[in-house]
């Protein structure tokens, strides 16, 4: 069926497309081996989607010990072979890219272009790696003395991937996608709301060539699959996606088997515009730095800190622009999707009740709505909250929402405060005219990354990831293979 019958049928019907229901370990579906199910919902309808396996400990044993021969194999298996393996995925992905949107969108809540946007950069991200598969050279080394010495850069082992549901794709795939390049095996856990790209995507793999083993997923939740995942010691990388509170606890799992680690945690991402930026520029930067995913970004634009000088004109031009976003269900493609979970919503009404209740002013939204076509679904209202002081709540927490906090500065020493005045640190925009303001801004803000007058700026090639609270590690670019990858130094006495 082409996407368009997909989705015409789900809204005629009701009936989802075929999606995997179970775990898939060495190469093929598995069953959990307890029989336990939980459901997925289409977050734009707010009614449950389908059924999937709930994975525990033994489902996890079966994966990493699947892993572990799937290692065994794609550990040996030549580079260049690699790199042919990713490009056939990366093909296929391509080919099979609507399937996989319609499916990210329903189980995500986010809009088909925005799902289609992630499977093209998923795609991207194969290719990329792919060409990185038969590159990973050690280099020699002069000692000036008797002995010959150069370093070889091995694969690290089986990996584990714990997927958030914002980016169940992407996130996915740029994390697998270099651990593969590298010559890895991967056990995945994909977020217990979005399980079935993972899924899908695991079965493309396979068809594009990988050995059976080598990339096993295990669907269900944080505490019950995830969690004896992290503390397996046969496991010699994590790389997490998630909130700051399950980072700290992986942490503390991986510590006692000295497993290595990437976090990539939340933000709270200020988008810095000074007093001589293009106002219209600014307006459409935050416009989309906060609403793009319905402001469900860990790099979100979540605090717009504006020059005192343009402050109102910003403010009132966001706030018309931001009036006019079409909210509705994903597949629909509105300009702005639900919120995944009905969970997550609460989480994002108490955060705007509470500063409601502390006297914040609201000048837009502050309300729960629903899809207008069929008065269904998770959705809220596009916010924004005016002239916060760098203490409030609202500023210091991350809502994960589309909920832009403005704050407002005097100069540039009090811009650079702000920026830096939360627990995070991963993204950061600056709007100005002057090449002089935007260096010094660029060098002294503590981020991950940082763009200049385009807030969504870089891309795959770029490393992406944050400092303090944000997490440790980099990933996409070439950074991203570095922790799939070791260096062993050799010397040969001549
Ligand atoms: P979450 O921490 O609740 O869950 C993330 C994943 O961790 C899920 O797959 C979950 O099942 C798993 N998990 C939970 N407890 C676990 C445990 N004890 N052991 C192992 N795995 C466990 O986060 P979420 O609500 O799904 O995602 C939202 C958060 O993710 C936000 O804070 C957001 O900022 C962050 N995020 C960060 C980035 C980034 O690149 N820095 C990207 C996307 C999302």
């Not at 307890?34 to 994966?63: C, H, I, T, W």
């Not at 549901?165 to 979005?194: D, F, H, Q």
């Not at 729960?368 to 809220?380: A, L």
Request: hydrophobic share 45%.
């Amino acid at each position: 069926m082409t996407a368009d019958q997909l989705i015409a049928t789900y809204f005629e019907t009701g009936r989802p497309p075929d999606l995997p229901r179970d775990h898939f370990i060495d190469g093929r579906p598995a069953v959990a081996e307890a029989g336990d199910r939980m459901e997925s919902f289409d977050p734009g309808r707010g009614v449950a989607l389908a059924d999937f396996a709930v994975g525990d400990a033994a489902d996890v044993d079966r994966a990493v010990t699947s892993a572990v021969a799937g290692f065994g194999i794609w550990g040996a298996t030549p580079p260049a072979q690699r790199c042919a393996i990713l490009n056939e995925a990366a093909r296929l992905m391509r080919a099979e890219a609507e399937q996989l949107s319609v499916v990210e969108a329903l189980d995500s809540g986010k809009t088909l272009n925005e799902a289609r946007d992630d499977i093209a950069g998923s795609a991207r991200l194969l290719e990329y790696y792919a060409g990185a598969a038969d590159k990973l050279d050690g280099r020699s080394v002069n000692l000036g003395n008797d002995n010959a010495a150069f370093t070889l850069r091995e694969p690290v082992g089986v990996t584990a991937h714990i997927v958030p549901w914002n980016y169940p794709t992407s996130t996915l795939v740029r994390g697998i996608a270099p651990a593969l390049a590298a010559g890895c095996s991967a056990v995945v856990k994909p977020a217990e709301t979005t399980p079935f790209t993972a899924l899908m995507i695991a079965d493309l793999l396979v068809r594009a060539g990988l050995p059976a083993g080598v990339v096993n997923v295990v669907t269900g939740t944080g505490i019950a699959a995830g969690a004896p995942l992290v503390r397996d010691p046969r496991v010699r990388h994590v790389t997490i996606t998630g909130s700051v509170a399950t980072g700290v606890g992986v942490m503390q799992s991986v510590a006692p088997n000295v497993t290595g680690l990437t976090l990539e945690l939340g933000g709270k991402s200020p988008l810095i515009a000074f007093g001589d930026a293009d106002v219209d520029k600014v307006v459409d930067g935050a416009l989309w730095a906060i609403f793009s995913n319905a402001g469900q970004i860990c790099s979100a634009g979540s605090r717009l800190l504006v020059h005192r000088s343009i402050h109102a004109e910003v403010r009132d031009k966001l706030v018309i622009k931001a009036r006019a976003l079409r909210i509705g269900h994903g597949l629909r493609n509105p300009d702005m999707g639900a919120i995944n979970s009905a969970r997550h919503l609460a989480q994002i009404a108490d955060h705007v009740e509470n500063a409601r209740k502390r006297g914040v002013e609201i000048v837009l939204g502050g309300t729960r709505v629903v899809d207008p076509d069929t008065g269904e679904g998770w959705f809220y209202a596009p916010t924004i909250l005016d002239d916060l002081p760098e203490s409030d709540d609202a500023v210091l927490r991350e809502i994960f929402g589309p909920v832009l906090v403005i704050q407002v500065f005097d100069d540039e020493a009090e811009a650079l405060t702000l920026a830096n005045g939360t627990e995070f640190a991963l993204a950061a925009g600056i709007y100005t005219k002057d090449i002089s303001t935007a260096l010094r801004m660029a060098r002294r803000v503590d981020a991950g990354q940082v763009t200049v007058n385009d807030y969504w700026a870089g891309g795959i090639e770029l490393p992406f990831g944050g400092n303090r609270k944000s997490g440790f590690g980099r990933e996409k670019g070439l950074e991203g293979l570095e922790a799939y990858t070791r260096s062993k130094a050799v010397t040969l006495a001549v």
